[in-house]
């Protein structure tokens, strides 16, 4: 089932039809998966155009005038239906087992000889069949098959006088090829190709048949792993991979120049973003990702294309500017083709080839148009490099980067291509006329570099003035800074140290008036005890304790003279009387 192509109107009216999305194609006439031929429409390029009409891609896309073939048909779907052969059993679901007892079947029918062997097998003894295997017999050069498994012995005699065991072949093999008999079994990733005994070459997949060549042969020329092919198509000149091919050949022999190989099938695995144009007479068509196979000799591969994005550096030939300087420049082009059947009818192979001869006529028209010193002040000129209209010659330089630019895209979708990018990377001067203007260029050039260099190290200096300057403004703010912290640091020190002093004597006078305070009350404590001691002999003993440790105190021979006068005395004996009579009245007090 083929399916078209509608990306970026890479099929438009009178280009061709295309199979973009095809992922599993034949390109044969006559193999059809329905049995009837597609109508597809195709281009016939032509070179008369009418009067009045532009020769170009919008002409040809007006082209509706040629007829439809409905007869043939480029594409078919390559897993298609096997056309009937004789003695040409396809493998269905029953496997390779139940298609040996159709093909036995026919040949019976036609009065052949059997294929398939009426000998049962035992146990016991003769040549073994492993379950998952054929045995195979020669039967006076015809094919004997053994389907069941078991061992089969060699006698009797009469039995295989004219046979001889052959051996066994698996039931899953590939290709099996035995006195006529051609088994195929080709998984999803495989193509065969198969010559049958009239030459008539075939190509299945994901399929299978067993045949038996009652005249010729059928021939397995290749199975092909149609996901690695083994030649690889790259862009010469991008170095992008387009895709991968690989030609089957045939051998044969003609007449007495001896034996001679013929391309029948060729492969294409054609990856994504990628296509393929094939051409058959003067009809197009584009050919879609995926892998696909040529069959039909009258169709050849045109090319294969990239539809991604694409850049390159292209040099181009000498161009005159206006004052008949030669200049060669280097162009970085930016392109994608997104219409492969375009660039087909007009006999490019690449798009390069294409870009490279428009561009070339192109910047000869506008460098035409510019001196020598207005190119000579731009060592690139392109989209980023914009003036800003003073220079008398911008106006010059915005024609080479907005007329070449519309210019070479207009030119471009001729062919099937969108222009991204265009611009001049570099430039050389040739002649003596380049020379001597290069000379004069170049002094100019350095006396401004000069007058440059002058003003930068003006600019330096006073730069570095200024940075002078403020590096002595910063210095003074820190000596600033630093004053100030280091006064305020001996203030909070100076108060610090007040309010310790302060902290240490409030403590201080604290501790001395509770330490007075808890020594008076002792005294009070203890002469409150001592006054309650009424007893005589008590008191005198206190008295005694008295003595004996003021002696203790200040020794044995220490001499106490009374320091009080007489009447001091006589107080002191009045008060101790006084004293002891009021113990003894609350001592009585108290006892009663």
């Known amino acids: 089932m083929t399916s078209n192509y509608d990306g970026n109107g890479a099929q438009f009216e009178g280009m061709g039809r295309s199979n973009y999305g095809d992922t599993n194609t034949v390109v044969n006439d006559m193999m059809s998966n329905s049995g009837q031929p597609h109508s597809k429409e195709h281009f016939k390029p032509t070179g008369n155009t009418s009067k009045g009409q532009p020769s170009s891609s919008k002409a040809i896309a007006k082209q509706r005038d040629h007829p439809e073939i409905p007869e043939s048909s480029f594409i078919t779907q390559m897993d298609t239906k096997l056309a009937e052969r004789p003695f040409f059993v396809p493998i269905g679901e029953g496997g390779l087992v139940v298609a040996l007892e159709r093909l036995d079947q026919q040949l019976q029918e036609a009065d052949r000889v059997r294929l398939l062997s009426k000998k049962s097998p035992v146990t016991w003894a003769g040549s073994e069949i492993a379950p998952g295997n054929l045995g195979l017999i020669n039967h006076g050069g015809n094919p004997k098959i053994l389907t069941r498994p078991g061992r089969y012995p060699g006698f009797p005699l009469r039995n295989w006088w004219a046979r001889s065991w052959c051996g066994t072949k698996g039931l899953s093999d590939t290709v099996i090829e035995f006195q006529g008999l051609t088994i195929v079994q080709v998984s999803q990733n495989q193509a065969a190709v198969i010559s049958d005994p009239r030459n008539q070459v075939f190509v299945i997949t994901n399929a299978g048949f067993v045949a038996y060549a009652i005249e010729g042969t059928y021939d397995i020329l290749s199975i092909v792993d149609q996901t690695h092919l083994p030649t690889i198509v790259k862009d010469r000149l991008t170095g992008i991979t387009l895709g991968s091919t690989h030609e089957v050949k045939m051998t044969s022999r003609v007449g007495n120049a001896g034996q001679k190989d013929y391309v029948v099938a060729t492969f294409l695995n054609i990856p994504a973003s990628n296509c393929a144009i094939l051409q058959r007479g003067n009809d197009l068509e584009l050919l879609g990702a995926g892998q696909s196979v040529i069959t039909n000799p009258n169709v050849t591969l045109r090319g294969l294309y990239t539809l991604g994005e694409n850049q390159l550096e292209m040099p181009t030939k000498d161009i005159f500017t206006r004052d008949q300087v030669p200049v060669s420049l280097t162009i970085y082009l930016k392109w994608q083709l997104t219409e492969p059947l375009k660039l087909a009818t007009h006999g490019y192979s690449t798009p390069y080839e294409a870009l490279r001869d428009k561009t070339q006529s ?231």
Do not use: C, W
Not at 372 to 379: A, F, G, N, P, T
Not at 429 to 438: L, P, R, W
């Open 362 to 592: 192109i910047l000869t028209q506008v460098i035409a148009h510019l001196d020598y010193s207005s190119m000579v002040k731009q060592r690139s000129l392109g989209p980023d490099n914009m003036d800003d209209g003073s220079d008398p010659s911008s106006a010059f330089l915005d024609a080479l980067r907005t007329r070449a630019m519309d210019e070479m895209h207009e030119a471009a979708l001729e062919y099937g291509i969108v222009l991204k990018d265009l611009a001049v990377i570099d430039r050389q001067f040739k002649g003596e006329i380049a020379a001597t203007m290069d000379r004069l260029t170049t002094r100019a050039l350095q006396a401004q570099v000069e007058a440059a260099n002058i003003d930068r190290e003006n600019s330096n200096k006073v730069k570095a003035e200024e940075g002078t300057l403020l590096v002595t403004r910063i210095k003074a703010q820190q000596a600033n800074t630093q004053a100030d912290a280091e006064a305020y640091r001996v203030v909070a020190g100076a108060k610090a140290q007040a309010e310790k002093t302060r902290i240490e004597s409030e403590a201080q006078g604290a501790a001395t008036r509770i330490q007075a305070e808890a020594e008076a009350e002792a005294v009070r404590i203890k002469a409150l005890a001592d006054a309650n001691v009424v007893d005589q002999f008590a008191r005198e003993m206190e008295l005694r304790r008295i003595e004996i440790a003021r002696v203790r105190a200040y020794g044995s021979k220490a001499v106490f003279v009374p320091s009080e006068t007489m009447g001091a005395q006589m107080g002191s004996a009045m008060a101790l009387g006084m004293a002891a009579s009021m113990g003894a009245a609350n001592g009585a007090a108290a006892s009663k």
